[in-house]
């Protein structure tokens, strides 16, 4: 099985595939979109997306990437990200003066960072840090990436865990051409857009409190070519096998414009996927 990942080998991306999916061939992608693409043309059987960290938030360019492409969510994955200190292997922690890795991670290791004095300095990937720092033979530099990524390269952990937040976790969406319908507990993800009335998203969610379906998420995005109107990505407890979240889809549909859904998918939960 060949799944696709967003970033260099050692991506905290690719311990995400190899979490979820176990010993299969990884396939690095420059880009969001060029991973889903990958998954659309078949150069890869399935990728694993990131949607939202529990620091940083939701990453909308993948809800876009959602509607964009004709893809189904199979299942959804939780890891845990923590941030290791990478430096060239005869390098000690006294020399590093500046550390290199992507904004996000830089952003989360910020005050550790701001207390021993190391500058931060923007790079495109976490692993790709740590390969650009490898290349460069720089003593007096850092990586902040992760334990998989500093094995890979061959260079040493001057620190792990320096994440400002240890509650630092990214859900992953893993996505495929067909669709599946789960048994046992789930969530199913769906995109709807509404008219601008009064009441309208009140309306709309209505359907899920009056046949107790609970919802995890909620998330708005701006509607392309339409200023000022919205799509709504809505995650909620229940699967396409469920005759109450069928029902719930047929009445939400008395008030949609238009109504997606993105996938039903096994839950992942407290550290494994519920079946």
Known sequence: ???????????????????????????????FDAMFDSVVSGKSDAALAPIENSLAGSIHQNYD??????????????????????????????????????????????GYLRARGIKPETVYDTAGSVK?????GARDTAAIASRRAAELYGMKILQEGIEDNPENYTRFLAIQREAKIPEGESKTSIVFTLKNAPGALFK???????????????????LPGKPWEYLFYVDFIGSMRDETAKRALDHLNEYALMLRVL?????????????
């Open 1 to 31: 099985m060949k799944v696709s990942f967003q970033g260099e080998f050692g991506a905290y991306s690719e311990q995400a595939v190899l979490d979820y999916f176990g010993e299969v061939e990884t396939i690095p992608c420059e880009s």
């Open 65 to 110: 990437l959602l509607l964009r492409h004709d893809l189904h969510i199979v299942g959804e994955y939780f890891l845990r990200v923590q941030h290791c200190l990478i430096a060239a292997p005869d390098a000690k922690m006294e020399d590093i003066t500046k550390a290199i890795s992507h904004p996000q991670a830089l952003g989360q290791c910020a």
């Open 132 to 136: 650009m720092l490898k290349a460069s």
């Open 204 to 222: 709309a969610l209505s359907v899920f409190a009056l046949r107790d379906l609970d919802l995890t998420k909620i998330e708005s995005r701006p």
């Open 263 to 275: 996938g039903s998918y096994p839950r992942f939960a407290a550290g494994k996927q519920i079946e």
